[in-house]
């Protein structure tokens, strides 16, 4: 499955309410180029904080709040998904895209290459809507019923890496002014 495919198919179903908060490096860039909104939050830099980012805002939002996050950045901050067991956030849908790598930084592999389940470690923290997928029709049927049903839901989905897109603009302070002011619009 490719990512930046997957994610203008994800991106083109969710309403205009719907938070996404997008991993740092290439899966904020596709976000952007794939349909900027002022409701994405594009986490440049923040290794490991997309999920805890999401979390945050869901726990203070109605609506639904995505969190595209990548295995790495997952790996590194694994009390993120334990903190989202114990908080049960029902408007909370986290999004693995796992390419079993730390791409952007050289593409290592990652420990998902190896023995690392990250559904199983999401299980192990009280998840239970959780699933893995290896192609796009199947991630796209899990995320439509979770849009529309409890969560929190945590779906990882097995990508392969491929070609980079130009790097999105980076303008933390624009994205957090545009942020903060489209959800005040909202409350
Ligand atoms: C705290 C911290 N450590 C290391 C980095 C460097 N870094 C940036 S992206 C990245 C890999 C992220 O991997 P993953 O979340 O799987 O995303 P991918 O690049 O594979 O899409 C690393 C190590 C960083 N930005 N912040
Ligand atoms: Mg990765």
Redesign the pocket.
């Known amino acids: 499955m490719n990512r930046y495919h997957a994610i203008q198919k994800l991106m083109s179903i969710v309403d205009e309410k719907v938070v996404i908060v997008g ?5 904020s860039d596709e976000m952007r180029h794939a349909m900027h909104r002022d409701k994405n939050f594009y986490t440049y ?1 923040s ?2 904080l997309c999920s805890s980012i999401a979390l945050g805002i869901a726990l203070n939002y109605s609506d639904k709040v995505i969190s595209f ?5 997952v790996l ?1 901050n694994m009390g993120t998904l334990a903190t989202i067991g114990r908080e049960n956030p029902l408007n909370l849908i986290v999004l693995i ?1 796992d ?1 079993e ?5 050289g593409r290592q592999f ?1 420990h998902t290459h190896y023995q690392t389940n990250l559904e199983e470690i999401a299980q192990g923290c009280g998840i239970k809507k959780t699933i893995t997928v290896d192609n796009e029709d199947d991630l796209e049927k899990v995320f439509v019923k979770a849009l529309s049903d409890d969560g929190p839901y945590v779906i990882v989905a097995k990508i392969k890496e491929s070609e980079y897109l130009s790097v999105a603009p980076v303008e933390p302070e624009i994205i957090a002014f545009n942020f903060r002011k489209s959800m005040i619009q909202n409350a």
């Open positions: 991993n740092l490096g290439p899966t830099g290794m490991g996050d990548g295995d790495g950045s590194m895209w390419n790598m730390w791409g952007q930084v990652s």
